[in-house]
C-alpha cells in the first residue's frame, strides 16, 4: 500500500497520479523540492516495482523531455470505492436466483481468482510452500496477512485486514469467495476457525489435507 513507503516516494506516486499526461524528472524536482538526481533515484526505485513507467517524449525546442507516468499497478495503489458496486451486483444476484446461486457463484469467482493467480506464479510442490506462497499474495493483496504460520502441524494463515469487511459485516456468506480462492490455490480443504465479520479478532484459516 502507499502508505507503507517513504514521504517522497508518496509525493512523487501522487503527483503523477494529478499529472496523468506525466511528468519530466525536472518537473518532479520542482513539484518535490528536491534534487534532480534524488528524482532519478525514486524513480528507479518506483521503475523496479513496477509502478513508474516511462511515457512519450515531449517536444520541447530542443532535445525532447522524457515524461513518467504511473503504471496500471501504480494506480492501484490508490483507494477506490469499489464496495458499492461489489454490494450491488451481490444483491442483484440475490434477488435474481437467491441464495444458494449466490453462493454457488461466489465459489466459482473464487477459484477462477485463483486460477489466475496460479498461472501467474512459480508451481509450488509442497504444501507448506503454497501455503506461504498464498500468503504472500494476500499480503499483497491488502489483507495483512504476514507469513504463514503452522498450528498442530498444519499451515495456518492469520489475516487482521478483510479486504471485503463492509460486505462480510452484512452477509458473512462473501467469505465463500475466500474460502474458495485458498482452497484451489492450496489444493487443501479449509477450516475456517475465526472470522472477524462473526466478531473474532482476526480471520484464521487452517490449511488441512484433502480427503482422499
Request: with cysteine; glycine share 8%.
Amino acid at each position: 500500500m502507499i502508505k507503507v513507503m517513504g514521504n517522497r516516494q508518496q509525493a512523487l506516486l501522487t503527483l503523477l497520479l494529478h499529472t496523468k499526461t506525466g511528468l519530466t524528472v525536472d518537473e518532479l524536482s520542482r513539484g518535490l523540492h528536491v534534487t534532480r538526481n534524488a528524482v532519478r533515484q525514486h524513480l528507479a526505485s518506483l521503475g523496479s516495482d513496477g509502478l513508474v513507467e516511462t511515457g512519450i517524449s515531449r517536444p520541447s525546442g530542443g532535445r525532447p523531455e522524457q515524461l513518467y507516468v504511473l503504471s496500471d499497478k501504480g494506480l492501484e495503489l490508490f483507494p477506490r470505492q469499489y464496495s458499492w458496486f461489489a454490494e450491488l451486483v451481490i444483491d442483484t444476484i440475490r434477488d435474481d436466483a437467491g441464495d444458494d446461486v449466490l453462493k454457488e457463484r461466489l465459489g466459482r469467482m473464487g477459484e477462477r481468482v485463483a486460477d489466475q493467480l496460479l498461472a501467474q506464479s512459480q508451481p509450488a510442490t509442497e504444501p507448506q510452500e503454497k501455503v506461504q506462497k498464498l500468503a504472500r499474495i494476500m499480503q499483497e493483496m491488502g489483507y495483512n496477512t504476514g507469513e504463514a504460520g503452522v498450528i498442530d502441524g498444519q499451515p495456518v494463515i492469520e489475516a487482521d485486514n478483510c479486504v471485503f469487511h463492509k460486505l462480510a459485516m452484512k452477509d458473512p456468506e462473501i467469505c465463500r469467495f475466500d474460502l474458495a480462492m485458498m482452497a484451489r490455490f492450496t489444493d487443501s480443504t479449509i477450516d475456517h476457525q475465526e472470522c472477524m465479520a462473526r466478531g473474532g479478532n482476526v480471520c484464521r484459516f487452517k490449511f488441512l489435507p484433502k480427503a482422499k
